[in-house]
């Protein structure tokens, strides 16, 4: 985060898609990269689409200290919208600004003219541990069994390790493609995650954390730290060795570390809202997530500003058309099998 001075936004938390070094990661994957700031608030973002439509997507963002300086914000990214000619601006906002005690975050960003994406981009439910406190308490708001794991994997012959070297994160993506093959479901592309390795790993702005048994990985994770917080992204395991639970100790390790670099928060990125089913994307991680501790987190979601109304009712039209496709297609394909 850049350091709190006159004019500056100087917000509680630095998120790692608003810093510098995840600027310089989207530069390096040759997208157009926006940053802005003033009294109050800043912002970066990126120029996304294609013969679709363009727009410009602030992810997390923008970050602001007031009402007024949401707007500010959100003028600015306007105009930078008209200037890159993109149809809209995508926004992410962790505050929904309102102006009383009794309009909802929602109501606020209708009242700007925002419409509630049709796609939510990332998650608008987290659960987020609170680094300031002891060690020892820590510990002890996460289940025993998280506890006993973290002490005692040893015995088991598992050592945790940690790498900044982007050649070690080939170990994650192996087990991700298991994963994936094994659970059907679309993960980040290899070249991205290598990408992502090469860029923020040497910035020490990303660290690959590995489970090992007799030096052999059998877990791994990506997190990603920002100025004060520290993300817990990507994850997968060898399923020869899901009994020994490696992966528990693992985000243990990943937040007493944090801790110990003096971070404030660790961000366990992702959950299913309260009351929600199985219907849920987020729903099985849950539990697994929640079981170390923190507090729940909600933030508004994923927001389109329109910047010119006929450019935005054409690509909703085109993503809905799509959409109807897709459902058709997944609908043969389920006949076809059940034929």
């Known amino acids: 985060m850049i350091p709190p001075g006159p004019g500056r936004y100087s917000g509680d938390v630095a998120n790692i898609l608003?810093?510098?070094?995840?600027?310089?990661?989207?530069?390096?994957i040759g997208h157009r990269v926006i940053q802005a700031e003033g009294p109050g608030w800043r912002y970066l973002a990126t120029?996304?689409?294609?013969?679709?439509?363009?727009?410009?997507?602030?992810?997390?963002?923008?970050?602001?200290?007031?009402?007024?300086?949401?707007?500010?914000?959100?003028?600015?990214?306007?105009?930078?919208?008209?200037?890159?000619?993109?149809?809209?601006?995508?926004?992410?906002p962790i505050n929904g600004h309102t102006v009383d005690g009794v309009e909802t975050p929602e109501a606020s960003l209708r009242r700007r003219g925002m419409r509630?994406?049709?796609?939510?981009?990332?998650?608008?439910?987290?659960?987020?541990?609170?680094?300031?406190?002891?060690?020892?308490?820590?510990?002890?708001?996460?289940?025993?069994?998280?506890?006993?794991?973290?002490?005692?994997?040893h015995k088991k012959g598992?050592?945790?390790e940690r790498s900044q070297d982007p050649a070690d994160v080939e170990h994650l993506l192996r087990f991700l493609d298991e994963t994936a093959k094994r659970r059907n479901?679309?993960?980040?592309?290899?070249?991205?995650?290598?990408?992502?390795?090469?860029?923020?790993?040497?910035?020490d702005a990303a660290t690959l954390y590995?489970?090992?048994?007799?030096?052999?990985?059998?877990?791994?994770?990506?997190?990603?730290?920002?100025?004060?917080?520290?993300?817990?992204?990507?994850?997968?395991?060898?399923?020869?060795?899901?009994?020994?639970?490696?992966?528990?100790?693992?985000?243990?390790?990943?937040?007493?570390?944090?801790?110990?670099?003096?971070?404030?928060?660790?961000?366990?990125?992702?959950?299913?809202?309260?009351?929600?089913?199985p219907e849920h994307e987020w729903y099985g991680f849950t539990s697994f997530k929640k079981s170390f501790g923190g507090e729940p987190v909600s933030y508004p979601g994923t927001w389109d500003l329109p910047v010119s109304r006929a450019g935005y009712a054409a690509y909703s039209g085109v993503r809905a058309a799509r959409e109807k496709l897709g459902a058709l297609a997944g609908t043969l394909r389920s006949?076809?099998?059940?034929?």
């Open 47 to 92: 120029v996304e689409g294609g013969r679709t439509g363009r727009y410009l997507y602030c992810p997390y963002g923008p970050e602001s200290d007031s009402p007024e300086a949401f707007d500010r914000a959100l003028a600015d990214l306007t105009a930078q919208a008209k200037q890159n000619h993109c149809w809209f601006v995508r926004v992410e």
């Open 210 to 277: 590995l489970a090992t048994l007799d030096g052999e990985p059998i877990a791994a994770s990506l997190v990603y730290d920002s100025a004060d917080t520290r993300t817990y992204a990507h994850a997968a395991m060898d399923q020869e060795h899901r009994k020994l639970s490696a992966g528990i100790p693992l985000v243990v390790t990943m937040i007493m570390d944090a801790k110990e670099k003096g971070l404030t928060w660790f961000d366990l990125f992702g959950t299913a809202p309260e009351g929600a089913g």
């Open 116 to 153: 509630l994406a049709p796609r939510q981009v990332q998650p608008g439910h987290t659960q987020v541990v609170d680094l300031r406190k002891d060690a020892k308490d820590l510990l002890k708001d996460m289940k025993s069994t998280n506890r006993n794991l973290y002490r005692n994997i």
């Open 335 to 339: 006949r076809g099998e059940d034929a």
């Open 185 to 203: 479901f679309n993960r980040q592309h290899d070249d991205y995650l290598r990408a992502v390795a090469a860029s923020l790993m040497p910035a």
């Open 18 to 28: 608003q810093s510098p070094e995840w600027a310089q990661f989207q530069t390096s």
């Open 158 to 160: 598992v050592s945790i």
